[in-house]
């Protein structure tokens, strides 16, 4: 491609950004906010991980406060016509509160990420590897062959990969992913059909069943999301049921989201059934509703109500967490993000009531 | 971006927040009719487990067992795939955590008998320096410094299976017993398992003490990628903890398939301080992988 067309390329890009207004920043709320599918912003069509070009631009243009100009150059995280790549890094100053435990504090790395993708058939075929290179060694997150039919409304997609289950949160300690364990620390090797028709956003997996471990018997898991996506809301149905050797396991959902004016909100909830062993017959339930103001341009007001039952044949031992989360974006590929989460439980147990206060830089590209 | 409401999308949106709503009804329980672990009171350690009520936690590895262990690690830790291979389930967590090397730090025990500062589980509870990876409870909410001072009171009394009581109880149950072969009850790597290279200690659980006299003559490590190699051994008990033994390499392993033997069956079979023998053959295979 010469340069004038992909300049021209670029600018249709930023005119696509400024029209679709306040697009996806890179968290499923902006999804809502924008009334468009995960696979707009990200080259996963689950989303997460490596932004594609329009999540790149919409990075640079609409999420910040402030643009700093940098002329014709902007990122786009394209190495040639055929590789592309990014990342990801948090880090962050936090405090523990625990009753009748002394405060802990640190600075922690939470995760450095690097991502890239070989479109080695520009559009139609991808090979993407996810890498968390920090803190600790390396570890292989996602690594996907990616098949995408011609009008790009189905794929197939097989290697390792994270499940789908309701709304991928940036936030892994929420209780609907502890509970379920479906989340961003949990990839499973298999293959996964997806549906992207219209309004529809569907998936179906069928994987291990051992988060990427090895395994010695043909039981398998099976993870399926189907939902409708309208501009400003959207509604799905989410199932997994893994056939565990000592057990099954089975998780159901239903998710939604809607946006009124200048608010998104998030809802989930969830049951599981777990018989595997170490847990006999576990009944528990997990809901989240979460609304994010977009106060201004690049100050987004995240509050999160949490509910967990991990016990549904027992009274009395709910568990709640409450969370506020400030998100800054002053420039471009950068945020400030700080915050309290506040946990609440049965008195009995100290640890329910942990309380915990954040500053979280993080940077990506 | 206007935004264009029609009444039957309105109705839908409405009736799915709704239901979201009544999803979070719920609020934080006050606790009435549980115990200090949040289990139901008044039910004994037989019911079924998902309802069991352990007993308040005390500096007894039953009791860390039931109350931190099983309700906690075990969501991670269990089965073929447990990170670091530690399975910490009821049936294999003693075997592999009391003078066990840890994988991630290998010059520091699991549990140290006697020095709680010096165990690497501490370490982790903590997120002292020096540690690898998270912090555990992974992604936490992380155990009360009180709860932490238990496990670290247990291990300061050395790190003892069973409580003074138990082990009385026990020792006259054995008596009375008729005597039980050999087993093998855990392994470290666990069969089928797939681990990260370099690999610098094995563990094996018996279900008895066995008798140091028969282990370089019974335990066999071979590199089975190809044609089987034996792979020199140092073998040894676990610090504190006798029914476990200690397999550790002469140089960590490298990228293979791997099989360990314990020889059992006959004369030369692996035996136990009580005389019992192991009944047959036991073997295990796992992978090394490069990182």
């Known amino acids: ?365 | 971006m206007a935004i264009h409401w029609s009444r039957p999308r309105c109705v839908l949106a409405a009736g799915t927040l709704s239901m979201a709503a009544a999803l979070l009804a719920g609020c934080a329980g006050n606790g009435v009719g549980l115990d200090a672990n949040g289990n139901p009171i008044g039910l004994g350690s037989s019911a079924p487990s998902s309802s069991s009520a352990p007993a308040a936690l005390s500096a007894d590895f039953q009791s860390i067992q039931d109350n931190i262990f099983t309700p906690i690690c075990t969501k991670c830790h269990i089965g073929a795939n447990a990170p670091e291979g530690l399975q910490l389930d009821q049936a294999h967590s003693y075997a592999l955590l009391v003078g066990v090397p840890s994988a991630e730090v290998p010059t520091t025990l699991r549990v140290k008998p006697g020095d709680p500062t010096d165990s690497y589980i501490i370490q982790k509870l903590q997120n002292s320096p020096g540690i690898v990876g998270m912090q555990m409870p992974y992604g936490g909410p992380y155990l009360a410094q009180s709860t932490i001072d238990v496990v670290a009171q247990w291990i300061s009394n050395g790190a003892p299976q069973a409580s003074s009581t138990t082990n009385t109880i026990a020792s006259v149950a054995h008596e009375r017993a008729q005597p039980a072969p050999l087993e093998v009850t855990a392994t470290m790597p666990a069969e089928g398992s797939v681990v990260t290279a370099p690999l610098v200690s094995l563990a094996i659980g018996f279900s008895h003490e066995p008798d140091t006299s028969f282990l370089n003559a019974a335990v066999r490590l071979q590199n089975i990628t190809a044609q089987p190699v034996s792979v020199p051994l140092l073998l040894a008990q676990a610090q504190g903890n006798p029914a476990t033994v200690l397999l550790t390499p002469v140089a960590p392993l490298g990228a293979g398939v791997y099989r360990v033997t314990v020889h059992g069956g006959d004369a030369t079979a692996m035996t136990a301080v009580d005389g019992e023998s192991l009944p047959a053959d036991y073997s295990f295979t796992f992978t090394v992988e490069m990182p």
Request: glycine letters at 12%; aromatic letters at 12%; charged letters at 20%.
């Open chain 1, 1 to 365: 491609m010469s340069k004038r067309p992909r300049l021209m390329a670029l600018r249709l890009l930023l005119a696509m950004v400024c029209f679709a207004a306040s697009c996806a920043y890179a968290e499923p709320y902006l999804a809502v906010q924008t009334g468009l599918k995960c696979t707009q912003c990200h080259v996963n069509p689950t989303g997460g991980g490596l932004r594609g070009a329009y999540g790149d631009v919409f990075a640079q243009t609409a999420l910040p406060a402030t643009h700093l100009d940098t002329g014709a150059d902007t990122w786009t995280g394209s190495l040639n016509t055929f590789l592309r790549v990014g990342g990801d890094l948090r880090t962050e100053a936090e405090a523990t509160e625990v009753p009748h435990s002394k405060t802990i504090s640190q600075f922690s790395l939470e995760q450095v990420r690097t991502y890239v993708e070989a479109q080695v058939i520009p559009e139609r075929l991808i090979v993407y590897a996810d890498e968390q290179i920090a803190p600790g060694g390396a570890l292989n997150r996602e690594a996907y062959v990616l098949y995408w039919s011609p009008g790009h409304d189905w794929y197939v997609k097989a290697g390792q990969m994270y499940l789908p289950f309701g709304w991928r949160l940036q936030d892994q300690t929420a209780l609907i992913l502890q509970a379920s364990g479906i989340n961003m620390t949990t990839p499973d090797q298999g293959v996964e059909f997806g549906w992207l028709k219209g309004h529809w956003d569907g998936q179906l997996d069928v994987t291990n069943g051992t988060a990427g471990g090895p395994v010695n018997d043909s039981r398998k898991q099976f993870s399926s999301q189907l939902s409708w996506v309208e501009s400003v809301w959207r509604v799905g149905v989410a199932a997994n049921y893994n056939d565990k050797l000592g057990g099954s396991r089975g998780t159901y959902g239903l998710f939604g989201g809607l946006r009124t004016g200048p608010i998104s909100w998030l809802a989930q909830g969830e049951v599981i059934e777990d018989k595997s062993q170490g847990f006999g017959l576990g009944r528990s339930a997990a809901t989240l509703l979460e609304g994010n103001w977009l106060i201004a341009r690049g100050n987004n007001l995240k509050i999160t109500f949490e509910y967990l039952d991990p016990d549904r044949s027992v009274s009395n031992n709910g568990e709640t967490r409450w969370s506020a989360v400030y998100e800054l974006t002053p420039i471009q590929f950068v945020q400030l993000r700080t915050g309290v989460r506040y946990y609440d439980g049965i008195p009995q147990v100290d640890s329910q009531h942990t309380r915990l206060y954040f500053v979280e830089l993080h940077g990506f590209f």
